[in-house]
């Protein structure tokens, strides 16, 4: 991010915006606080000179709403957690700050999204080959106000555009096409990720009430969702434990009130408990009817611990008068220089029906500026591998796993940066399917992924 051209940004919103400078004044700050001394921001050398002049641990610490917009990036690796999807918490190194940012008035816009092009191909009898894009895009405003925050966010994808089938996963499972189950595939996402508004309202130094929701939104379940952690930003493949783990990213009505402290969030939501329909375009009807509540526990800006429970009124709509109950664990590590990753566990119980466990680890590691390693690794209890009625596997449950690896050379194209890379997949099962995934089944992907980043 450029530091000069933001300070530049925000001294010229704060100069013609009286509200923002007057946030200031009763922040009872020091004046060697920088935004505090707004003489002389005519000059490109004392532009420079203040942009020196950060605020100090304590500063951020104990202003967290006066702290100006331009050295949040510095707070950022002094508070325990940075946000995820959702309302979900990351450690506070993850660089969750990635996009371009504008001042417009008294409001921050964030601008961020990616694109990649992507080529899959899985071995064996369940294989497939696919040549497809996944795209995503992300328009946030966010406004300190002196009782606190206000933040909307709108989240799009146009994986719609491809077919509802999706594209090759082995042993992935979840949402339908044609009325089908979707089976060894990865469902597009909705073209509304999400629509969404968030107040906190400050009611100590450390301490802030909030409500998030809207008519798309993400409830307190599971940890930060894939595609918003840094421990899987290079990877092309969803989990195939997507579905014990973060399925609910996307949700057609969510309302989530918590509690925040600079150490501890503890939140509630009622939702709507079933998954997106197959018509991937519009908007679905809202019907709150499951509850999830999320503890999550930052006790350095290295470490996010995540413990979830969520009531999910018939998920699946070909499993009618079939609920979920969803226990959920991580913890997700990030050092600050490069490494990012992550450990979970979920089990997900069938009321009434069985319980299913599933475990992941992942990791990017950023080496340097331009080489990026990544991986992961899942286990999980699959019934749904065999949806036919008829096949005398059908409904069995089978412990499968997915140990996967990529590599990422990244090139900076301007604002944005061009990731080029693979991964390569093998898998475990048991023996019972050799035959109809044959003895040695591998995944391959090859990817170019633009993402904007400042
Ligand atoms: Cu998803």
Same mark, same amino acid.
């Given at each position: 991010?450029?530091?000069?051209?933001?300070?530049?940004?925000?001294?010229?919103?704060?100069?013609?915006?009286?509200?923002?400078?007057?946030?200031?004044?009763?922040?009872?700050?020091?004046?060697?606080?920088?935004?505090?001394?707004?003489?002389?921001?005519?000059?490109?050398?004392?532009?420079?000179?203040?942009?020196?002049?950060?605020?100090?641990?304590?500063?951020?610490?104990?202003?967290?709403?006066?702290?100006?917009?331009?050295?949040?990036?510095?707070?950022?690796?002094?508070?325990?957690?940075?946000?995820?999807?959702?309302?979900?918490?990351?450690?506070?190194?993850?660089?969750?700050?990635?996009?371009?940012?504008?001042?417009?008035?008294?409001?921050?816009?964030?601008?961020?999204?990616?694109?990649?092009?992507?080529?899959?191909?899985?071995?064996?009898?369940?294989?497939?080959?696919?040549?497809?894009?996944?795209?995503?895009?992300?328009?946030?405003?966010?406004?300190?106000?002196?009782?606190?925050?206000?933040?909307?966010?709108?989240?799009?994808?146009?994986?719609?555009?491809?077919?509802?089938?999706?594209?090759?996963?082995?042993?992935?499972?979840?949402?339908?096409?044609?009325?089908?189950?979707?089976?060894?595939?990865?469902?597009?996402?909705?073209?509304?990720?999400?629509?969404?508004?968030?107040?906190?309202?400050?009611?100590?130094?450390?301490?802030?009430?909030?409500?998030?929701?809207?008519?798309?939104?993400?409830?307190?379940?599971?940890?930060?969702?894939?595609?918003?952690?840094?421990?899987?930003?290079?990877?092309?493949?969803?989990?195939?434990?997507?579905?014990?783990?973060?399925?609910?990213?996307?949700?057609?009505?969510?309302?989530?009130?918590?509690?925040?402290?600079?150490?501890?969030?503890?939140?509630?939501?009622?939702?709507?408990?079933?998954?997106?329909?197959?018509?991937?375009?519009?908007?679905?009807?809202?019907?709150?009817?499951?509850?999830?509540?999320?503890?999550?526990?930052?006790?350095?800006?290295?470490?996010?611990?995540? !413990?979830?429970?969520?009531? *999910?009124?018939? =998920?699946?709509?070909? /499993? %009618?008068?079939?609920?979920?109950?969803?226990?959920? $664990? &991580?913890?997700?590590?990030?050092?600050?220089?490069?490494?990012?990753?992550?450990?979970?566990?979920?089990?997900?119980?069938?009321?009434?029906?069985?319980?299913?466990?599933?475990?992941?680890?992942?990791?990017?590691?950023?080496?340097?500026?331009?080489?990026?390693?990544?991986?992961?690794?899942?286990?999980?209890?699959?019934?749904?591998?065999?949806?036919?009625?008829?096949?005398?596997?059908?409904?069995?449950?089978?412990?499968?796993?997915?140990?996967?690896?990529?590599?990422?050379?990244?090139?900076?194209?301007?604002?944005?940066?061009?990731?080029?890379?693979?991964?390569?997949?093998?898998? !475990?099962?048991?023996?019972? *399917?050799?035959? =109809?995934?044959?003895? /040695? %089944?591998?995944?391959?992907?090859?990817?170019?992924? $633009? &993402?904007?980043?400042?």
């Amino acid at each position: 991010m450029k530091h000069s051209y933001l300070l530049a940004l925000a001294c010229a919103t704060s100069l013609a915006t009286p509200a923002f400078a007057q946030e200031q004044d009763h922040s009872g700050m020091d004046m060697d606080m920088p935004g505090m001394d707004m003489s002389g921001h005519d000059d490109k050398k004392s532009v420079s000179k203040n942009a020196m002049r950060m605020p100090t641990d304590d500063d951020c610490w104990n202003h967290v709403p006066d702290i100006p917009f331009v050295h949040i990036e510095k707070c950022r690796s002094i508070w325990p957690s940075s946000e995820g999807s959702g309302t979900a918490r990351l450690p506070g190194n993850e660089d969750s700050m990635r996009g371009h940012h504008v001042m417009a008035g008294e409001w921050m816009l964030m601008l961020h999204g990616s694109v990649s092009a992507q080529y899959t191909k899985v071995t064996g009898p369940r294989g497939d080959d696919k040549l497809y894009a996944t795209s995503m895009a992300m328009l946030t405003a966010e406004r300190q106000t002196d009782w606190g925050r206000v933040r909307f966010i709108s989240m799009f994808s146009l994986e719609p555009l491809m077919k509802n089938r999706g594209y090759p996963n082995l042993f992935a499972t979840g949402e339908t096409a044609g009325g089908l189950p979707i089976v060894d595939r990865q469902h597009p996402h909705d073209l509304f990720m999400e629509l969404s508004a968030r107040v906190d309202v400050n009611v100590a130094d450390d301490t802030t009430l909030f409500l998030y929701g809207g008519p798309v939104g993400e409830p307190a379940l599971g940890p930060s969702a894939f595609m918003h952690r840094g421990s899987a930003r290079y990877n092309p493949e969803p989990p195939i434990t997507h579905h014990w783990f973060d399925s609910t990213h996307i949700t057609y009505g969510v309302v989530t009130a918590g509690i925040a402290t600079r150490h501890f969030q503890l939140e509630s939501s009622v939702f709507t408990g079933r998954e997106p329909d197959e018509r991937r375009w519009n908007i679905e009807k809202p019907r709150f009817d499951s509850w999830a509540v999320r503890a999550t526990f930052n006790p350095s800006p290295s470490w996010a611990l995540q !413990a979830s429970y969520g009531e *999910l009124k018939q =998920p699946e709509s070909t /499993h %009618p008068g079939e609920n979920e109950h969803r226990t959920t $664990l &991580s913890a997700h590590y990030a050092n600050g220089s490069g490494l990012s990753a992550m450990a979970a566990f979920s089990a997900k119980k069938r009321v009434p029906g069985t319980t299913s466990t599933a475990w992941l680890g992942e990791v990017n590691w950023d080496i340097d500026n331009a080489n990026t390693l990544f991986g992961r690794a899942e286990n999980v209890a699959n019934d749904e591998l065999f949806p036919d009625h008829d096949d005398p596997l059908h409904d069995r449950s089978f412990r499968v796993s997915k140990f996967q690896i990529g590599y990422a050379r990244r090139v900076p194209l301007g604002p944005f940066e061009l990731a080029l890379g693979g991964t390569v997949a093998t898998y !475990a099962k048991p023996n019972a *399917l050799d035959a =109809p995934y044959g003895r /040695h %089944p591998m995944g391959y992907t090859l990817f170019a992924k $633009l &993402s904007l980043v400042e």
